[in-house]
T-cell receptor, first 115, second 113 residues
Framework: KAGVTQTPRYLIKTRGQQVTLSCSPI?????VSWYQQTPGQGLQFLFE???????NKGNFPGRFSGRQFSNSRSEMNVSTLELGDSALYLC??????????????FGPGTRLTVL | QKEVEQNSGPLSVPEGAIASLNCTYS??????FFWYRQYSGKSPELIMF????GDKEDGRFTAQLNKASQYVSLLIRDSQPSDSATYLC?????????????FGSGTQLTVLP
C-alpha cells in the first residue's frame, strides 16, 4: 500500500507570495491533518480535514487555509508569505472515524523556504 | 492550553543500554499518548501509543503511563545505534479529534557504538 505523498518536496518563495501544498493520503484514509515544524516552535497542528470538512483548527492566522477533495486529497494554502512561514509542512493521514485512537501516518513533508 | 513537555536532552547512552525518555502533560483529561521517532531530515513515524495506566510493550520498546502523575515515558531496551533519533511525545485534546496532536519539543537520543 502506498504511503502518504506530498508535493512538492521543496519550494522557495518570496515574501508576499502565496503557496499551495498538496497531500495524498493512504488509500482508504479519510482524515488528513496538517502540521508545521520549525526549529523554534517544533511541531504544531494546523488543521484537520475529514470528508471534505475542516474538523479542527490550530492557532494559526487566517493566511493559512486548506481544503479536502472528495477523493480525500488535501491542499493547504498560505497567502501573503512571511519569512517566519519557512518551515517543514507535514501532512498526516489516518482512517479518521470516531474519536478513538487513530494512528497517523506522516508524509515526507514539503520544505518551504521564504526569502 | 494543553502543554506537553519533554526533557530536551540530548541524551546519550551506550549500545545495549536502556534509554529512558520522559514526558509530562498538563491536561488531566488527556486520554491517549503517542511516541514518534524522527530521524534527521525525515518525517515522524509512530512507535507506540498508550491510553491505559501501566505499561505497554512492543519489542524493545515499552511505554509507561501514569495518569495520576501526568507522566508518560518510553523505554528502549538493548539500544542500537539505529535508534539514534529525536523522540517526540504527543497527546490529543481530552475531547474532540484524536488527530489534533500537541507535540513536545522532542528528546534527541544518541546511541554510542
Amino acid at each position: 500500500k502506498a504511503g502518504v505523498t506530498q508535493t512538492p518536496r521543496y519550494l522557495i518563495k518570496t515574501r508576499g507570495q502565496q503557496v499551495t501544498l498538496s497531500c495524498s493520503p493512504i488509500s482508504g484514509h479519510r482524515s488528513v491533518s496538517w502540521y508545521q515544524q520549525t526549529p523554534g516552535q517544533g511541531l504544531q497542528f494546523l488543521f484537520e480535514y475529514f470528508s471534505e470538512t475542516q474538523r479542527n483548527k490550530g492557532n494559526f492566522p487566517g493566511r493559512f487555509s486548506g481544503r479536502q477533495f472528495s477523493n480525500s486529497r488535501s491542499e493547504m494554502n498560505v497567502s501573503t508569505l512571511e519569512l517566519g512561514d519557512s518551515a517543514l509542512y507535514l501532512c498526516a493521514s489516518s482512517l479518521g472515524s470516531g474519536i478513538l485512537v487513530n494512528e497517523q501516518f506522516f508524509g515526507p513533508g514539503t520544505r518551504l523556504t521564504v526569502l | 492550553q494543553k502543554e506537553v513537555e519533554q526533557n530536551s536532552g540530548p541524551l546519550s547512552v551506550p549500545e545495549g543500554a536502556i534509554a529512558s525518555l520522559n514526558c509530562t502533560y498538563s491536561d488531566r483529561g488527556s486520554q491517549s499518548f503517542f511516541w514518534y521517532r524522527q530521524y534527521s531530515g525525515k518525517s515522524p513515524e509512530l512507535i507506540m501509543f498508550i491510553y491505559s495506566n501501566g505499561d505497554k510493550e512492543d519489542g524493545r520498546f515499552t511505554a509507561q503511563l501514569n495518569k495520576a502523575s501526568q507522566y508518560v515515558s518510553l523505554l528502549i531496551r538493548d539500544s542500537q545505534p539505529s535508534d539514534s533519533a529525536t523522540y517526540l511525545c504527543a497527546a490529543p485534546p481530552d475531547s474532540g479529534s484524536a488527530r489534533q496532536l500537541t507535540f513536545g519539543s522532542g528528546t534527541q537520543l544518541t546511541v554510542l557504538p
